[in-house]
């Protein structure tokens, strides 16, 4: 991954900052509050999906929660539906390369469809993006294509957060960033 120092000095001291007022939070309200703000339904499934994609579950857990907050009926104003808000023209090309027998798009609020699709698609991205997760992640939000356009236009293979050209998509890939380190904690804290 190549990022500016600058860029890892700030996501650190943002990582830190949050975590800090996530964890402070807690300490008011105690379990209760963190699992309020930072769910971990779905747990049999994620593992399941995590493991087949090679993905760490953290990773699952902070894109449901910046995607739809764990709702699985959620719908984005855009058309995206379920736990990770999927379009329907990529659910309906992952699940025909995935193989999921019985498929329609009606059932993409199912869990253990929508995780799937998700999983299966973000692990593309990863591969499709050179293993850099926060390319992957924008291609997520904002589209492979936009990515891909960004990249061309760049000259380059890979790119800084700063250089992310929509903001809403700037502030996605941090966001998943900031909540990954939280469920990676509270992972840990499970064992």
């Not at 449901?64 to 990529?90: D, P």
């Not at 253990?112 to 050179?130: A, E």
């Not at 997760?133 to 356009?149: F, R």
Request: glycine share 6%.
């Amino acid at each position: 991954m190549f990022i500016s120092i600058n860029l890892r000095k700030n996501r650190k001291r943002l990582i830190i900052a949050f975590l800090l007022i996530a964890f402070t939070a807690c300490a008011f309200v105690g379990v209760w509050g963190i699992q309020r703000f930072f769910p971990m339904r779905y747990s049999d499934v994620i593992a399941v999906y995590a493991d087949k994609y090679n993905l760490p579950p953290e990773l699952i857990y902070a894109i449901i929660r910046a995607e739809s907050s764990f709702n699985r009926y959620a719908v984005s104003h855009r058309g995206a539906s379920g736990l990770m808000q999927i379009m329907e023209q990529t659910a309906d090309w992952a699940a025909e390369q995935i193989g999921i027998p019985g498929y329609d798009y009606s059932r993409i609020f199912e869990p253990d469809i929508n995780i799937q699709i998700g999983s299966w698609y973000i692990n593309r991205l990863i591969g499709q993006f050179g293993n850099n997760l926060d390319t992957a992640l924008a291609a997520y939000n904002a589209g492979s294509g936009n990515v891909s356009n960004w990249l061309r236009d760049q000259g380059s293979s890979d790119f800084t957060l700063e250089s992310i050209p929509f903001p809403e998509t700037r502030n996605y890939v941090q966001r998943v960033r900031a909540y990954q380190e939280v469920y990676r904690i509270l992972l840990w804290v499970r064992r």
